[in-house]
């Protein structure tokens, strides 16, 4: 049975042959070729989505960065998160099992391919544990761009304008049916674990999109959504995954509004 980062990969418009494609442009450490902390033309775009809308292009920035990076090294744990990050759009229990991966904090002393998967982990990881394994209460557009721009930079030449095409594309559809007109507006909420501040979160997290959202063959059809969540809930590799954790009883689907 074909894992669901693979049936992802081939909804996405990423060229055959770009593993083997020389690097272009000198690697001076993964920090250095993310976005900058500034606002930006792309941060602009990101904006006024829910972050379901983000984590799912996330995702898919995982696996273009794996795509490119497979022929020079393990892109597993890519894969890996990128499965991960549906599940953690229903239910944030479900995720944050931590990954044993050693070299981590050498994220910037790391060879390219390396330190390109290291970071992408790292971007996901770091915020987990900030917010000790809860939702954020704020959209994740600085993340998301971070992961777009560190693709970009380790992408052959001749993949760029497609790419390009593809990040205004999916950012278009994430527009469409990913919307959070309440951006910017996050209320005071006390420190710590509370319900206001859940249901804050859950409310900025949005509807959970399936992958077939990342799909621009074909519009999307949010009334066959639940039972293609159901499909991939039966499908993921719960004890193989170490960014999974299986939850008692088997995962169920989230309804609208509802706060885990």
């Keep these: 049975m074909m894992r669901p980062a693979e049936e992802i ?11 083997e494609e020389p690097f272009l442009g000198k690697w001076k450490g993964a920090s250095a070729h993310i976005s900058p902390e500034r606002m930006t033309p792309l941060k602009e775009a990101l904006l006024f989505k829910t972050n379901a809308g983000l984590y799912s292009i996330v995702s ?21 998160m990128a499965e991960a990050l549906y599940v953690w759009q229903q239910d944030w ?27 992408m982990l790292d971007l996901i990881h770091q915020d987990h544990i900030y917010l000790s394994g809860r939702w954020p209460n704020e959209p994740i557009f600085a993340v998301t761009a971070d992961m777009l721009v560190l693709v970009r930079f380790n992408l052959p030449e001749s993949a760029v304008p497609g790419y390009d095409a593809w990040v205004e594309a999916i950012i278009a559809r994430m527009d469409e049916i990913a919307e959070f007109a309440e951006h910017g507006e996050t209320p ?20 959970p999109l399936p992958p ?34 299986q939850p008692d009883g088997g995962p169920r689907l989230r309804s609208e509004g509802e706060v885990p």
């Design 212 to 245: 077939s959202a990342l799909d621009l063959s074909r519009k999307p059809d949010p009334t066959s959504w639940d039972e293609e969540w159901r499909d991939l809930l039966r499908r993921l590799d719960w004890e193989r995954n170490p960014f999974l954790r």
């Design 60 to 80: 898919a920035a995982m696996i273009w960065q794996a795509a490119r990076l497979r022929a020079q090294a393990d892109v597993t744990p890519l894969l890996d």
């Design 93 to 119: 229990h479900w995720f944050g099992r931590t990954p044993q991966i050693a070299d981590i904090d050498a994220i910037d002393e790391a060879p390219r391919p390396q330190g390109s998967i290291l970071m």
């Design 9 to 19: 990969e081939r909804m996405l418009p990423i060229p055959a042959g770009i593993a």
């Design 188 to 207: 005071d909420l006390e420190t710590g674990d509370n319900p206001e501040r859940r249901a804050w979160s859950t409310k900025v997290m949005g509807r």
